[in-house]
């Protein structure tokens, strides 16, 4: 089982970014799906999560309207596209999954990627 985050890099405020979390070992089927980003110097924190088998999804309240998490079951990948990025976005983002209960509990997901860098500075 392996999860490769990737798309990470450096951009201005104001511009976009897509992250990919391609997923392989199994399928995403009743897995839900969480990208965490972790700042120097701060805990690891729920950005968004997807549940692939509704759909559902929730948003950390800074994010909500900007970025977007997304699907994509026959390249077995998930998206996070963010928009309006600002400078207390930069990070580095992991994707996570798992059958988990509790969608922020980062402690229940089973499987993460290795991270990537976001920076977003003028």
């Known amino acids: 089982v392996q999860l490769q985050a990737s798309g990470g890099g450096l951009v201005q405020p104001g511009g976009s970014l897509r992250l990919s979390c391609a997923v392989s070992?199994?399928?995403?089927?009743?897995?839900?799906i969480g990208w965490f980003r972790q700042a120097p110097g701060k805990g690891r924190e729920g950005v968004a999560f997807?549940?692939?088998?509704?759909?559902?999804?929730q948003y950390k309240d800074s994010v909500q309207g900007r970025f977007t998490i997304s699907i994509d079951s026959a390249k077995n990948t998930v998206y996070l596209q963010m928009n309006g990025l600002n400078p207390e976005d930069t990070a580095v983002y992991y994707c996570?999954?798992?059958?988990?209960?509790?969608?922020?509990?980062?402690?229940?997901?089973?499987?993460w990627g290795q991270g990537t860098q976001v920076t977003v500075s003028s």
């Open positions: 997807i549940k692939s088998s509704d759909g559902f999804t």
């Open positions: 070992g199994f399928t995403l089927g009743y897995y839900a």
């Open positions: 996570a999954a798992g059958s988990v209960k509790y969608l922020w509990n980062k402690n229940e997901y089973d499987y």
